[in-house]
């Protein structure tokens, strides 16, 4: 046949991984608060002096 | 009382206020006209300035939780309050150098119940934390461990203010990090429920996941179908062809088997019971589609739905969870108010005290109650006297006096003495505990939006059945395969998202964008009652606090207003709520010196003399002012009586310098500037206001006459209870119309869950915010106005996507059943329908960035 045989099974494979990793990342509750994050990361930089 | 006094249980002046530290540039030149506090950016009272010094305080709690900050090196705490101060920052309760010894805390119990054992030492433990706003408080408190040694580490869960905290128990104890947190500001709870709210945790997990597995389905399932879609057009080998379709089989047959079972299952439950709603025709498309598509992918003809199915399944659970947020932030608010009741009671048994749990107390148990601890049940004081805090229950800020006969209620703080209680009802007997169980059956109502697509379920599983009943009997000539084809692209086709997407995201749009606005809706429920254009019902307004400010003020000067101002500096020492008011009004309005005082005495029940400026001062009532033999002015004592009785609710103070009676300060509760406009903008949208108060019916009356409510809809001296039972006689005796009532929470947080909309204004009590479905981050009642006019504007943008979904669903049945439909009509279709939905509720004006003051 052609490339695609190999192509289409790939892209599925690849595309299962990005899944896995959100998954992964959301059990470890990377997703639970959505909101702190926002506030932490703009007011973080005098954390080390 | 000072605000020093005053207070909830919240210990320390709360920090939510943008401030400049160095708002003592401004004070050289503004003289003493305002000062802000350097904590928390109120005036402070003329008697608690102190010359020379860089940092003016309001009260005590502001100055302790000044103090923390300043020690710990953490000033930049008020820059970034600057930064930040978003609406809802500026809010402070008054709450006062109270404090609390949180000795249940260390309580082995607790220990038991609510801490996590990490190591040796270590210990994790969630606390609720009261007073949290915005990114700098998150910022705060998430350096505690700067603040006190041996905390680890400190993390807020900002929309939550559920801090989380790791202490090391050989350096610290729990008990000692709450008492930081209180004097900060940041009054701890112990977070309840930790059962209930992991199961929620896991929960929102297993939906994102699912999510992510439908939208990767979907999206690739789209990717293969554009190369099918393109050889529609140029032709496509067939083994090619039939490659594609394996693919998006397999890919379509996953989709259905993980995420789509949610819909599977709640349907299947749903038939069990004999009902029906929205998931069952959902899943009769879902399902009957993707099985008759693996037939034909393996007879390898004819069209198949993949795409149009795995991205219904997607955009389905979006609004799924869209809905669920919705639900949980309802019920979060809750869980603040399930932390306010002890842990443990100490119960007398013969001539002993043993440590009991709440749950094992029975009524008429003896308690004994200690000074910094929480009442643990409603009871009866018998031995002992005490002053109580029952703000969280009732927003009064003064301390109660408690003697022996008296009642006490549970949650309640113990501030002054041990006293003994006889306990008269326990758990979910106490005023507390039916306050919870009210907010908590409200909060679990559904949306009756979201019910409404669940009631048009049943119709639109018969309207679609009939249908595809009447495709089959028409197609059945062509042969069954036929038919059944045509039949099943009418249930893919017509399958109700937008119903189900629709709501949800219309919602959250409006109730995020309401937020941003200072108006924290909790729930669609309650923007859909407010909503409803027909039938508007009666709004209760509460007085004091809600139409007027709820703060003493000088409401006018008769006669000399430059001697006046002498009253002010005379008064400053004062704590009197009366001598307060006048020291920091006529310092704000006509320039007080508090510093010109020279020597001032208080004289119980009448008023105050002393010296100012050289000048003898001396003000009070008549009996005062007879006292030190001045004689009064007949004519200023007459007007001022005149205007007390126009506008009732007045009292005067007369104000006599060297001898003479030369001015009359009127003293009230001002009406809030924009109540009139307010109120009129309500009626114009067709409610039926209604005031209701606790203060006597002429008082009443004179308020609703300022802004413009007639007497016979103005009720006075309501109690609480009369307070919940006029909200409920208003809902019996009038059927559908809504009853919104609005209240600051002070004496009417039963009455406020009990409407079918509470609406708490700002600086409620605590246990209002939770018990109200809307609370106001703003100060006034035209963000009521505000509301009332964002809820229609949703309620017209959800009916006009639920309208646009049914339209694309009539032309798609349509052309299913005249067989014109195919795959790739289908895949336009549907995007089409929920592009629009999403357009809609997007481009709607509710809630909108423009001012629309009418």
Redesign the interface.
């Known amino acids: 046949?052609?490339v695609?045989?190999i192509m289409?099974?790939a892209?599925?494979l690849i595309?299962?991984l990005?899944?896995l990793a959100?998954?992964r990342a959301?059990?470890h509750?990377q997703?639970?608060?959505?909101?702190?994050p926002a506030?932490?990361m703009?007011?973080d930089d005098?954390a080390k002096r | 009382m000072t605000a020093v006094q005053v207070g909830a249980m919240a210990a320390g002046g709360a920090v939510h206020a943008s401030s400049s530290p160095h708002a003592d540039e401004h004070a050289t030149h503004q003289a003493l006209l305002h000062t802000a506090c350097t904590h928390c950016g109120q005036a402070v009272p003329a008697g608690l300035l102190r010359a020379e010094a860089s940092e003016q305080f309001c009260c005590h709690g502001c100055e302790a939780a000044y103090g923390i900050i300043h020690s710990c090196g953490l000033e930049q705490y008020y820059q970034l309050l600057e930064e930040t101060g978003d609406v809802a920052s500026k809010q402070r309760d008054e709450s006062g150098g109270r404090s609390r010894a949180y000795g249940e805390f260390d309580d082995p119990v607790f220990r038991e119940l609510f801490c996590q054992r990490l190591g040796e030492s270590q210990v994790r433990t969630e606390f609720l934390l009261g007073g949290v706003h915005c990114g700098a408080c998150l910022w705060l408190l998430e350096r505690l461990p700067r603040v006190r040694a041996g905390v680890l580490e400190a993390r807020l869960d900002l929309r939550r203010s559920a801090l989380t905290v790791t202490i090391d128990e050989r350096a610290t104890s729990l008990s000692e990090v709450a008492r930081v947190l209180a004097k900060l500001g940041y009054p701890p709870h112990p977070s309840r429920g930790k059962g209930v709210r992991d199961v929620r945790r896991r929960e929102d997990r297993a939906m994102m996941v699912r999510m992510a597995v439908a939208g990767a389905c979907a999206g690739n399932i789209m990717l293969l179908y554009f190369a099918l879609y393109a050889g529609l057009f140029q032709g496509i080998e067939h083994a090619h062809e039939q490659l594609l379709r394996y693919a998006a089989m397999i890919l379509n047959t996953l989709c259905l088997a993980w995420p789509a079972n949610t819909f599977l299952r709640s349907a299947w439950a749903a038939i069990r019971t004999r009902t029906v709603h929205v998931d069952v025709p959902i899943v009769l498309g879902l399902y009957l589609g993707g099985i008759w598509g693996i037939w034909k992918t393996f007879a390898g003809a004819g069209d198949l739905y993949f795409d149009s199915i795995s991205a219904l399944v997607f955009f389905l659970l979006v609004g799924r969870f869209l809905q669920q947020r919705q639900n949980r932030s309802a019920s979060d608010a809750i869980e603040l108010l399930f932390s306010l009741a002890p842990l443990s009671a100490r119960k007398r048994e013969g001539d002993e005290l043993r440590e009991v749990s709440v749950e094992s107390l029975r009524v008429h148990d003896i308690v004994v109650v200690r000074a910094g601890e929480c009442f643990p049940a409603d009871g009866v004081i018998i031995e002992g006297q005490t002053n109580a805090d029952q703000a969280i229950l009732t927003g009064e800020s003064r301390a109660v006096p408690l003697g022996v006969g008296d009642d006490t209620l549970a949650g309640a703080t113990n501030l002054s003495s041990e006293v003994a209680v006889r306990v008269v009802a326990t758990g979910t007997q106490t005023r507390a505990g039916q306050l919870m169980k009210l907010v908590s059956d409200a909060a679990q109502q559904r949306a009756p939006v979201v019910l409404l697509a669940d009631r048009w379920g049943h119709w639109l599983l018969y309207a679609l059945l009939t249908l595809a009943t009447i495709t089959l009997r028409i197609w059945w000539q062509k042969g069954p395969a036929v038919a059944i084809d045509h039949a099943a692209a009418l249930l893919i086709a017509t399958c109700p998202c937008g119903l189900g997407l629709a709501t949800p995201l219309a919602m959250t749009i409006a109730l995020g964008r309401a937020a941003r606005r200072g108006l924290l809706v909790k729930g669609g429920a309650a923007l859909q009652v407010l909503g409803a254009a027909r039938h508007k019902g009666v709004l209760i307004l509460d007085k004091t606090g809600t139409i007027t400010t709820g703060k003493l003020s000088v409401v006018e000067v008769l006669g000399d207003r430059q001697l006046a101002v002498l009253a002010a500096a005379a008064e400053a020492g004062c704590s009197h709520p009366a001598a307060t008011a006048i020291a920091r009004d006529l310092a704000r309005d006509l320039g007080a010196d508090a510093s010109q005082c020279e020597l001032s005495e208080h004289v119980q029940g009448m008023g105050v003399r002393g010296i100012v400026a050289g000048k003898r001062v001396v003000l009070g009532n008549e009996a005062m002012l007879a006292r030190e033999g001045v004689h009064l002015q007949h004519e200023l004592a007459g007007a001022a009586r005149l205007r007390a009785g126009r506008a009732g609710g007045l009292s005067s103070v007369h104000v006599a310098v060297d001898g003479a009676h030369v001015a009359t300060l009127l003293l009230g509760d001002p009406v809030r500037p924009d109540a009139p406009r307010a109120i009129a903008a309500l009626r114009e949208a067709g409610w039926r206001v209604r005031v209701l108060s606790g203060d006597s019916q002429d008082v009443v009356e004179s308020v609703g006459r300022a802004v413009g409510i007639e007497a016979s809809d103005c009720m006075g001296g309501a109690l609480p209870a009369q307070k919940l039972e006029q909200v409920r006689y208003e809902l019996a005796s009038r059927q559908g119309g809504a009853v919104v009532m609005v209240g600051d929470g002070v004496n009417d947080s039963a009455a406020l869950a009990a409407a079918s909309v509470g609406i708490a204004v700002r600086g409620g009590a605590e246990a209002s915010l939770a018990a109200a479905d809307v609370s106001l981050a703003r100060e006034g009642l035209l963000p009521i106005v505000e509301l009332m006019d964002g809820a229609r504007g949703t309620m017209r943008a959800i009916h006009a996507t639920i309208a646009a979904s049914l339209f694309y669903n009539v032309i798609a049945a349509g052309l299913s059943m005249a067989g014109a439909i195919s795959p790739l009509l289908a895949a336009i279709i549907m995007p089409a329908s929920s592009l629009t939905v999403l357009g809609i509720a997007w481009g709607s004006r509710a809630f909108g960035t423009k001012e629309r003051g009418r």
């Open positions: 046949m052609s695609i045989v289409i099974p892209a599925m595309a299962g990005a899944v959100f998954a959301a059990k509750g997703f639970d608060d959505l909101e702190s506030h932490r703009l007011h005098d």
